[in-house]
């Protein structure tokens, strides 16, 4: 493959993208004008404005994206390569890292604006700025320490090893695993408090869910989202049969304990049918399979973007073309997720009924101001879940 295959397919998929976007915003336009479903003609209205707002943020952060990659193939990497000189494995490690901290700059505009603008505008973020800062500090740190120990073990395995290409893959496969488990434990709670949930009628009721699907409790824990959102949700932690059970403080206050039930029975249902480790295993897939590529690119294909075939320069390389790789073999992942989504519905429905599981779908979608309408062709392209009609056209109360 050609680097100049390369990069014409990166722009065509750039554009294909942007397509999409501005074809979900006519879309959506388009419905507005009709009558509303699902709720009332001011929230319907509300719900249609912030779809439109951040698809309209979307098509501007894809061609900030595109001038991202074309100033790093352009010369970009050539002059990190000339100020770092990756040539030891802590060298590598800062050229890296400086790679990312490069990217997170000129993105952070976007991300600033979407959180204190747009989330903002329509009542979801109530991260203050001082919050925001502590937070970033957070995931900056997160992303040196470990980020650069994980960083480093592949930069040496890629300096030593023959075939670095699997080893490499493996560590992350490793990785993709063990964040799982980590995450909620030691990650989560440095961004938000997690309490017990008080005992109650909820509390028995979730327990009686875990006994009669043969798990055990991990904990059940109310933790503070209301603090930066006022989305609803709600997740199950932890691998084998004890399960941490996660409720955002938001979801108690706005769904009955019924519906909380429900909820949870849905996610039961991806337990049931293993869906997290079709997600991991399709992930570690997609790994193994960057790193494959990566791994049989000839020297000429670096040397073309004027970088030496450093295992460095073929990092940030894999980097780069992640994400439009990722885009081509989104739609059949996606197809696959959300015939997940459908099956852990049906076990929802059957554990609380499926006239529970609509209501509090239904707030749900209200409270996360979730437009019911979406292009087929993006929603086949982008979601991983179905949309909210067809959700409910399923269960049979879509009115």
Same mark, same amino acid.
């Given at each position: ?29 388009? @419905? ?39 100033? =790093? ?40 604006? @979407? ?10 973020? @109530? ?36 075939? =670095? ?106 337990? @049931? ?45 894999? =980097? ?80």
């Amino acid at each position: 493959m050609s680097f100049e295959l390369v990069v014409i397919l990166y722009f065509v998929l750039i554009i294909v993208r942007l397509y999409l976007d501005i074809m979900q915003v006519g879309y959506v336009s388009e @419905r507005l004008q009709g009558q509303p479903v699902l709720m009332e003609q001011e929230r319907y209205m509300e719900a249609g404005r912030y779809e439109i707002a951040s698809k309209r943020l979307s098509i501007v952060t894809l061609l900030a994206e595109g001038a991202l990659f074309l100033f =790093w193939i352009a010369g970009g990497l050539s002059w990190l390569e000339e100020a770092v000189e990756p040539n030891t494995l802590l060298s590598m490690v800062l050229f890296f890292l400086l790679f990312l901290g490069v990217n997170y700059v000129v993105m952070l505009p976007f991300e600033i604006y @979407r959180i204190f603008e747009i989330e903002k505008r329509f009542g979801f973020s @109530r991260v203050t700025p001082g919050l925001f800062v502590v937070d970033e500090l957070k995931k900056i740190a997160l992303t040196v320490i470990f980020g650069g120990a994980m960083l480093a073990a592949i930069f040496w395995i890629m300096s030593h090893l023959p075939y =670095w290409w699997a080893w490499g893959a493996l560590v992350l496969v490793v990785l993709l695993f063990s964040i799982n488990l980590i995450y909620p434990l030691y990650i989560a709670p440095l961004f938000n408090t997690f309490k017990p949930l008080p005992e109650g009628e909820l509390s028995k009721r979730i327990n009686d869910l875990l006994r009669a699907h043969g798990l055990d409790s991990g904990g059940l824990f109310v933790v503070d989202a209301s603090k930066r959102d006022s989305r609803l949700n709600a997740y199950f932690a932890g691998f084998g049969r004890v399960k941490r059970v996660v409720l955002y403080d938001t979801l108690i206050e706005k769904l009955t304990v019924d519906e909380v039930v429900a909820v949870l029975g849905h996610e039961l249902g991806h337990l @049931r049918n293993r869906d997290l480790w079709v997600r991991l295993v399709t992930s570690s897939i997609v790994v193994i399979g960057l790193f494959v590529l990566s791994g049989n690119l000839p020297d000429k294909f670096f040397m073309s973007v004027g970088v030496a075939p450093l295992p460095s320069a073929k990092l940030a390389l894999i =980097w780069l073309l992640t994400q439009p790789l990722m885009f081509m073999i989104m739609p059949l992942l996606n197809r696959l997720y959300r015939h997940a989504e459908f099956a852990a519905d049906t076990h929802g429905a059957a554990l609380a009924g499926a006239e529970i599981l609509a209501s509090a779908l239904k707030k749900l979608g209200y409270e996360n101001k979730k437009f019911p309408y979406t292009h087929p062709l993006y929603e086949a392209i982008y979601y991983s879940h179905p949309s909210l009609l067809r959700r409910l056209e399923v269960l049979g109360h879509a009115s």
